[in-house]
């Protein structure tokens, strides 16, 4: 009987194998290439921080975090917002906030929103009498076409815990689902 070593069968399957270069969003020309829908690039907060040069002029739909009592800024997230995180928040329109393009979408309670809006970069922020905070901005818009307030996965599974035989999944492993289960009748 004659045995093989092991050493030299993991060295042939290894030589097989072939170092692929990473595809990378910032080696394409056109970001949205793969990501529009009527006009409208989606994006995620992680892509208008790292490509803002690639997004700004550009229509889009993101999630950010919006923190309530007044603020003219949206975030990346809850985190970002609970921190004072200017370097990951985006200006929303002021007085004009829908830079002379109808009335724009209420911002009312702190929470994550889905919005519509026109991605710009940044400009000076100034908060006062020649003040400006000494964290930039990551971009701001110009205006906000739609603003859409959305459940987070806690406030889902808050709902879903009130409720009788309610019990959460992933359908398709993607998307957090609250699930009525059936009882069975005596």
């Not at 830079?99 to 929470?111: K, S, V």
């Amino acid at each position: 009987m004659r045995w093989i070593r092991p050493s030299g069968l993991i060295f042939l399957a290894l030589a097989g194998c072939q170092r692929a270069e990473p595809v990378t969003v910032s080696g394409v020309e056109d970001v949205c290439a793969y990501r529009m829908s009527g006009g409208v690039c989606h994006v995620s907060p992680t892509q208008l921080l790292t490509l803002p040069e690639k997004l700004a002029g550009r229509d889009v739909v993101v999630v950010l975090y919006y923190p309530g009592f007044g603020a003219r800024v949206l975030f990346a997230s809850r985190d970002a917002a609970q921190s004072n995180d200017l370097s990951s928040g985006f200006v929303v329109p002021g007085d004009d906030p829908a830079g002379g393009h109808g009335a724009q979408p209420t911002l009312d309670q702190p929470g994550y929103y889905r919005v519509l809006a026109h991605f710009e970069l940044t400009k000076p922020v100034i908060v006062g009498e020649g003040v400006t905070p000494l964290a930039v901005v990551a971009g701001r818009f110009d205006r906000i076409a739609q603003a859409r307030r959305i459940s987070s996965l806690d406030e889902v599974v808050e709902e879903c815990s009130a409720l009788e035989n309610c019990g959460m999944g992933y359908a398709h492993g993607l998307l957090p689902m609250p699930r009525l289960e059936a009882t069975d009748k005596e």
